[in-house]
């Protein structure tokens, strides 16, 4: 199934099932998924979109890092909120054009910030 649009703080997946992910094999790679996450699915199975889109594969792990790093105040906050989650978040998406804009920084330096958090994915 292919999702195009945008899903910005969205849930995709199920809080419950972990035997059968509810959701699998999925394009997203056209869609905005700002503030939106994966729950109890296989996101190998999940084709995301490119950057200046971003996400951090079991969130809950990285927390630690993310917390211990200095971070641009609105990116700080955006990075809290995406890693203060249950394990059953197994991915959650973000926008670095967007925490870029609203920290007036340049979208490249955010880049190799972001690049260091345990289980990013930023493809392209």
Do not use: H
């Amino acid at each position: 199934m292919k999702f195009l649009g945008d899903f910005n703080g969205c849930t995709f997946g199920d809080w419950d099932s972990v035997e059968v992910s509810s959701i699998r094999d999925c394009d997203f790679t056209e869609a905005g998924l700002e503030d939106s996450r994966f729950l109890n699915c296989e996101i190998e199975s999940i084709r995301l979109p490119k950057w200046p889109a971003f996400t951090i594969v079991n969130p809950a792990e990285a927390r630690e890092f993310v917390m211990s790093r200095p971070w641009p105040s609105k990116t700080r906050i955006a990075l809290d909120v995406y890693t203060d989650t249950d394990p059953e978040c197994v991915a959650i998406c973000g926008d670095a054009a967007q925490l870029a804009k609203r920290d007036d920084i340049p979208l490249d330096e955010l880049r190799t910030l972001l690049k260091a958090v345990p289980g990013m994915k930023i493809i392209g």
